[in-house]
């Protein structure tokens, strides 16, 4: 793919993220009214109306487009590491997806202790996988958008996102140099043949 036919993919996509959530908030309105949802579940604490997704998502969705352009495309990189680049990003977006799914199904069948235990355990996955990067968190929202509305996904996300950041880029790394400082793993040799 090129980067004029992301581009074009981005517009696309983002229209189509438009239309979706302000058709969502249309059916939302014409039946019961659109839902608020309270920071952390909690009564006690403001609600924020799902109206803010119209506008949050596409601008999310617009904005995080272009970072993976700029990753996929940018001047870094060669034309010929764009196809991996786009790849790994389709399966962060997929797997950020289903994760987003899965929390806002056990979510929403009661089970929240579980969704719980799921999103701390994403914790130990993201000392192996960057989960930091824009495809999940563009997943991550557009998965829990139906159940949660558009903002509480985006700052779980960011902080989950902050949170991977930190364990995959600082303390993995930090613990990789010590031990290849340590010579743990010994030297590298490439088999004969």
């Not at 609600?47 to 617009?62: D, F, H, K, Q």
């Not at 930190?166 to 993995?172: C, E, K």
Request: some cysteine; overall charge positive.
């Amino acid at each position: 793919m090129t980067e004029k036919r992301f581009s074009t993919f981005s517009l696309y996509g983002t229209l189509l993220v438009t239309v979706a959530i302000w058709a969502l908030l249309a059916w939302s309105h014409y039946h019961g009214g659109v839902p608020s949802h309270h920071l952390l579940a909690r009564p006690d604490m403001p609600a924020i109306s799902n109206w803010w997704g119209g506008l949050l998502l596409p601008v999310l969705t617009w904005f995080l487009l272009a970072r993976i352009r700029r990753q996929a495309f940018g001047t870094t990189n060669s034309y010929s590491a764009a196809p991996r680049a786009l790849r790994r990003a389709l399966v962060g977006f997929v797997g950020a997806l289903s994760f987003g799914v899965l929390i806002a199904v056990l979510f929403t069948a009661g089970e929240s202790d579980m969704a719980g235990n799921v999103m701390l355990g994403l914790f130990v996955f993201a000392f192996f996988v960057p989960i930091y990067r824009p495809e999940c968190l563009l997943g991550f929202v557009l998965a829990m958008t139906y159940t949660f509305g558009a903002v509480l996904p985006m700052i779980i996300g960011t902080v989950l996102g902050l949170v991977g950041l930190v364990l995959h880029g600082g303390i993995r790394r930090a613990l990789l140099y010590g031990v290849s400082k340590l010579g743990v793993l010994g030297p590298v040799s490439k088999p004969n043949g």
